[in-house]
């Protein structure tokens, strides 16, 4: 009998902790990674690297909804060709993403659903050692991207996340461009649909 107490109590006091984490008043920080990559391929005499950095800050306004916002990063490079003749390209972008999460349950195993909205401003760079002059063209990324995803929480402070995300995009970028042997730099519009999987972890403070 003493054994089946103590096992409600420990369910009791944990479902009230799990709650905790996610309760109106709370704040929440964190960050997701995603799309690191570097590729050196020899026989082309190319390299590149690829890399997106998402810090993000939140507040619960009611118990198990956070609202928040993001500031996403990104960095794309490549680099192509040996001395006297290299050209290497650059693409960085910064935006801001507001967000909202809806967590479900009261366990440590949290399942959420979340909608966020991004702005990013899109910068690419252009350098060639045939040509004497350097090329750089600005543009814009918009992102609309529901998530489905779940939240472990570690303690009460810690947890790790999973979201799978459909992306949908819309952008206009600028591309360097050759026509008659002239370089010139042409911006393209783009629309697009894609699945996406964020890892990352946040930190719960507060009451």
């Known amino acids: 009998m003493k054994t089946i107490v103590t096992s409600l109590l ?14 109106k008043g709370r704040w929440n920080v964190g960050v997701s990674v995603g799309n690191f990559s570097y590729q050196d391929n020899k026989n082309a005499d190319t390299k590149t690297f690829t890399g997106n950095l998402s810090p993000s800050v939140g507040y619960f306004v009611a118990n198990n909804l956070l609202i928040g916002t993001g500031v996403p990063l990104s960095l794309s490079t490549s680099k192509q060709g040996n001395n006297p003749y290299v050209s290497k390209y650059a693409s960085t972008s910064v935006g801001l993403s507001p967000f909202v999460r809806y967590f479900f349950g009261a366990a440590k ?48 402070t810690i947890a790790i996340y999973a979201g799978l995300n459909y992306n949908i995009l819309s952008s206009k970028i600028g591309y360097l461009s050759f026509a008659n042997n002239n370089p010139t730099v042409t911006d393209i519009k783009s629309d697009s649909r894609s699945a996406s999987l964020s890892i990352g972890f946040q930190i719960f403070f507060g009451k």
Do not use: C, M, W
């Open 10 to 23: 420990l369910l009791l006091i944990s479902g009230v902790l799990a709650t905790a984490q996610t309760e």
């Open 109 to 156: 195993l949290k399942p959420y659903v979340g909608l966020s909205y991004s702005h990013s401003f899109v910068r690419n760079t252009y350098n060639s050692s045939a040509f004497s002059t350097d090329f750089s063209s600005d543009g814009y990324s918009i992102a609309l991207v529901p998530t489905l995803g779940v939240a472990y929480f570690i303690n009460q």
